[in-house]
């Protein structure tokens, strides 16, 4: 049923016409049909009454020509039937001279069968064709058939369906491709909605400095098409007010970020030399002191740590180009597998490698934070004795869904507890923590992720988790150097 309906508002607007059409010309041939069928049976049987009985009864005499009964006066096919106690006794039709005719007893039956009321009715007879005919009792107790053919009246109602056929459909066919052109026409400001609509969702309005210089043509306000343009344009406008206000959040929380992290850079220095200076006399220096300079040491060392992600992240933010080197991505992964190896030797780590190196271009030092964000956040959030799984796999043998034929994809995989569905959708965003005890305790800051799909981005790729229990999978797509 709905392959049937047509899908588009100008295909349901042309079928709607040509349905009504066809409905109303439907109508037309009927009523036509009908009164014009009407009609030659009333001068049919305007002719029956002249003739009543008199053929009939003429049956029984033959003329001196040889004719069967008195024709004289008489229409080509009128039919003369006498009748006695129910059966034929004589039948005629008129040609070009009388004829006698036998009837089959079918015919007969008909005949027999129509009521002595003096009124027109019609038959059909097998043997001759569809006639009108009328009956009136004999002066010898028989029974008087006189009747006319139909043939002329139904060669005429053929016609007229033939004619009404051919025009119906001629019609049909008219209106249906003007009809067509002009809602094609009728449409066209509607279709520019839509074109306009399409080009604004091309637009990257998720993040960015974004512009909506979009904007339906005018039309007359007075239609509904330039009504809904005048309303699309002013949704456009306030889309783009909102987006501008956006944007300038975002700025001056970039720049607030950028600012105060090279700001906070020098004191923190400054703290963590002084605690070094501190610490190097511990003999003076009591046990809690002591304990609370290494506390110090260490919280302004995460501080610092913050602080520079921070920066890099603003630095992302504002486009800045990273270093474009040749990268062996391989020993990066070695390297970085290598030193989580030392911080966490209770979870078993796996390398699946290429033989040959593979390599990317891109900012070493970034891609190496990368690698190392992916393993420690595995390490953060698995509890011990989970295996994790870093896998390199060149252009040729990338395989992965998404990946390209010309991509490097990297995988992270680990067989732990996974990640609940409802953080998914926020798991790149800056400050989120899925377990927020663990995290801070182990000194997780909630920005591993980000930077890892700021860099990713940075470099033209792209990074994706797919996670559920007992299986979560990070995903980095580079491009191939």
Known sequence: MRRIIPRTIRARLVAGVLVLLALACAAIGVATSLALHGFLLQRVDQQLPVAVGRFAASLEHHADNGEHGDSRGQSPGTLGVRLLNGKVTDAAVVTTATRRIDLSASDAAVLAAVPLDGRPHSVELS?????????????????????????????????????????????????????AMWVRLSLRPLQRVAATARRVTELPLASGEVELPERVPYEDPRTEVGQVGAAFNRMLFHVGDALASRQASQQRMRTFAADASHELRTPLASVRAHVELARRDTAQVPEGVRHSLERIDAETARMRSIVDDLLLLARLDEGRPLARDEVDLSRLVIDATGDVRVTAPRHRWRLELPE?????????????????????????????????????????????????????????????????????????????????????????????????????????????????????VFRVVLPAG
């Open 356 to 472: 040959e190196p593979v390599t990317v271009t891109g900012d070493a030092d970034r891609l190496h934070q990368v690698i190392a964000n992916l393993l420690g956040n595995a390490r953060l959030h698995t509890p011990e004795g989970t295996t994790v799984t870093v896998a390199l796999r060149a252009p040729a043998a990338g395989t992965g869904a998404g990946t390209r034929a010309d991509a490097v994809e990297l995988t992270v995989t680990d067989d732990g507890p996974g990640i609940p569905e409802e953080s998914l959708p926020e798991i790149f965003e800056r400050f989120v923590r899925v377990d927020k005890a663990r995290s801070r305790a182990s000194g997780g800051s909630g920005l591993g992720l980000s930077i890892v799909r700021a860099v990713v981005a940075a470099h033209e790729g792209t990074v994706e988790v797919d996670s559920r229990p007992g299986r979560t």
């Open 127 to 179: 043997s001759l064709d569809d006639y009108r005919v009328v009956a009136v009792a004999g002066a010898d107790g028989d029974v008087l058939i006189d009747g006319l053919p139909l043939e002329g009246a139904n060669a005429t109602m053929h016609r007229l369906q033939i004619v009404e056929a051919a025009v119906f459909a001629a019609v049909l066919l008219v209106t249906g491709v003007a009809g």
